[in-house]
């Protein structure tokens, strides 16, 4: 798999499932090079057997050699978009643990872009330690805020610093659900499309995706209806911060049909996006976010028993968690489930020398270390 380009290089990224799909959109959306695509598509057989589905896996955790992911097909077209106009920095927010933040730190710096991150509270495990001492590492300017409307004012005051020294920095929203983002998942879902026409799998009755802040879901709802196929998405909320609902779903996913008509207007301005193409699984998020629940646990311990996968406690436990319900009930006899696996598979640390000591971090984050210091 391809890595992340180095600092300074904008070579030429291999053509898209969406540019595929509709031509005159090849080089119009400007894009850095982060995923190697497509992504496999697997059946879990041993899984599947015990549940007596035809289940299958779309492995996004193998996206990319630097971080794997959902994260990375959203940023390759936000921080090229961000290179083109030439910012020279970028402002996200997220969870002290948050994944979208790491990637987008690992991936700002290769393109020679500071990265800064607003983190707010979650509930502080090990993972979340090391993503913090990760975050550092690759060269995030890290803030913490107590709070969503004390980040939104911190926020603020950075993008104020950042314009005043002529960096012109971008704020990327949480997630990386922007419509620009957003479409990075519309080219996923084109992909799938295009490798169940080549027979590499039957087309699934329901995709199954974690539910955070929305673009993957919209992103795959709106390139189903371009592929033409009749998969519904199931998005399972693992976010009780900022929880997108299913208003607020289809409506990224036709902001972003109506940005990429732009671009070319051969892609419907109005796309055929059902209501009922999309269901909203509220009942597996436990504790809330961040918080392990106790069937998303069954579930990540199940699947590394009988497949060697591994899952992360805050997305995809939950997720799968609600697809075995799904299975178990009987709800789609006789029909193909798919999981789209959206953790990163890549543990960023292993392109360091060694992971900083937690009192390097600012002063603020010490107290996430208390008696770990040697995490």
């Known amino acids: 798999m391809a890595s992340i380009v180095p600092s300074g290089a904008t070579p030429a990224a291999p053509e898209t499932a969406l540019e595929r799909r509709f031509p005159a959109l090849a080089g119009r959306l400007a894009r850095v090079r982060l995923v190697d695509a497509p992504t496999p598509l697997q059946p879990l057989r041993a899984l599947g057997g015990e549940l007596g589905a035809d289940l299958w896996i779309k492995r996004d955790d193998l996206s990319g050699l630097a971080y794997g992911g959902n994260k990375p097909r959203k940023l390759e077209l936000v921080l090229g978009t961000a290179q083109r106009d030439g910012r020279h920095s970028v402002l996200t927010f997220g969870g002290l643990g948050t994944h979208h933040g790491l990637a987008t730190t690992i991936a700002a710096r290769a393109l020679g872009m500071r990265s800064l991150l607003v983190l707010v509270p979650q509930p502080v495990t090990d993972a979340v330690r090391h993503a913090l001492l990760l975050d550092h590492a690759y060269g995030a300017e890290l803030h913490y805020a107590a709070s969503a409307p004390r980040a939104a004012v911190m926020g603020a005051a950075l993008l104020a610093r950042e314009t005043v020294a002529g960096r012109r920095p971008l704020l990327i929203p949480p997630g990386g659900s922007s419509v620009i983002g957003t479409i990075g998942y519309v080219d996923a879902g084109l992909e799938l499309a295009e490798q169940i026409a080549a027979g590499a799998a039957p087309e699934p009755s329901v995709v199954f995706v974690s539910l955070g802040t929305g673009g993957t879901a919209a992103g795959l709802l709106l390139g189903f209806a371009l592929a033409g196929l009749r998969t519904r998405v199931v998005a399972v909320l693992v976010n009780?911060?900022?929880?997108?609902?299913?208003?607020?779903?289809?409506?990224?996913?036709?902001?972003?049909?109506?940005?990429?008509?732009?671009?070319?207007?051969?892609?419907?301005?109005?796309?055929?996006?059902?209501?009922?193409?999309?269901?909203?699984?509220?009942?597996?998020?436990?504790?809330?976010?961040?918080?392990?629940?106790?069937?998303?646990?069954?579930?990540?311990?199940?699947?590394?028993?009988?497949?060697?996968?591994?899952?992360?406690?805050?997305?995809?436990?939950?997720?799968?968690?609600?697809?075995?319900?799904?299975?178990?009930?009987?709800?789609?006899?006789?029909?193909?489930?798919?999981?789209?696996?959206?953790?990163?598979?890549?543990?960023?640390?292993?392109?360091?020398?060694?992971?900083?000591?937690?009192?390097?971090?600012?002063?603020a984050f010490h107290r996430f270390f208390a008696g770990n210091e040697s995490v």
């Not at 208003?247 to 059902?274: F, N, S, T, Y």
């Not at 998020?285 to 899952?311: F, K, M, Q, T, V």
């Open 240 to 363: 009780d911060i900022a929880p997108p609902g299913h208003a607020r779903i289809l409506a990224l996913a036709r902001r972003a049909a109506r940005h990429l008509h732009g671009l070319d207007p051969a892609v419907p301005r109005e796309p055929a996006l059902e209501p009922e193409g999309l269901v909203v699984v509220t009942d597996q998020l436990g504790p809330g976010y961040g918080a392990a629940s106790a069937a998303g646990e069954d579930a990540r311990h199940r699947i590394a028993a009988l497949e060697g996968l591994r899952l992360d406690s805050t997305y995809t436990a939950k997720c799968l968690a609600a697809l075995l319900d799904h299975a178990a009930r009987g709800a789609s006899p006789g029909r193909t489930l798919l999981f789209w696996h959206t953790y990163s598979a890549v543990d960023p640390a292993v392109h360091l020398a060694a992971l900083p000591h937690p009192h390097q971090l600012p002063r």
